[in-house]
């Protein structure tokens, strides 16, 4: 059940993230066009590919932390010894649950507030609460995340030794 779940999040993550590009490329594309050739541009199109790329950039970080893709410092993990490692991944990952736990949180009230106040967009006339959503949904994918390479990496038979996390 939870890898059918799984699955369905990774397919809306990574459909979000590739509709959101190809509209930011062709919607940039548009304007250059425009500007170029017939001397005109959207008023509405540059604040439009803003929104579009942060909402593509916050969903990407859960699209790499599925794939443990972020960067890490992995100095300390190679001087720590063996026995303290699989501790000290865990340690990590209960920081970016943490992290990221917060960084919902915080971001769900930010966007309550936009959504009492009504503020709008100022070319597209949009409530600015769709674009602030993006914190809280994309924090709570990356915690979903975080939470399935914890289980993993708990699961895992401790004579095994490769990363499950790469923010260890």
Request: aromatic share 12%.
């Amino acid at each position: 059940m939870w890898n059918k779940i799984s699955r369905l999040l990774a397919q809306l993550e990574n459909t979000t993230v590739g509709i959101l590009i190809i509209y930011s490329s062709v919607m940039l594309f548009t304007q250059i066009v425009a500007r170029a050739v017939f001397n005109t541009s959207f008023s509405w199109a540059e604040e439009s590919v803003r929104y579009a790329i942060i909402w593509m950039v916050f969903m990407a970080g859960s699209i790499a932390f599925r794939n443990n893709a972020h960067i890490s410092i992995d100095v300390i993990k190679q001087i720590i010894p063996k026995p303290l490692q699989k501790p000290f991944q865990v340690y990590i990952c209960l920081v970016c649950m943490m992290t990221t736990s917060l960084l919902a949180w915080f971001g769900w009230q930010l966007t309550s507030r936009m959504m009492m106040f009504g503020q709008l967009s100022s070319a597209m006339e949009l409530p600015m609460y769709l674009f602030y959503l993006s914190i809280p949904v994309s924090s709570t994918c990356m915690f979903i995340r975080i939470s399935e390479s914890l289980l993993v990496l708990l699961m895992k038979p401790k004579t095994m030794t490769e990363d499950v996390f790469a923010g260890a």
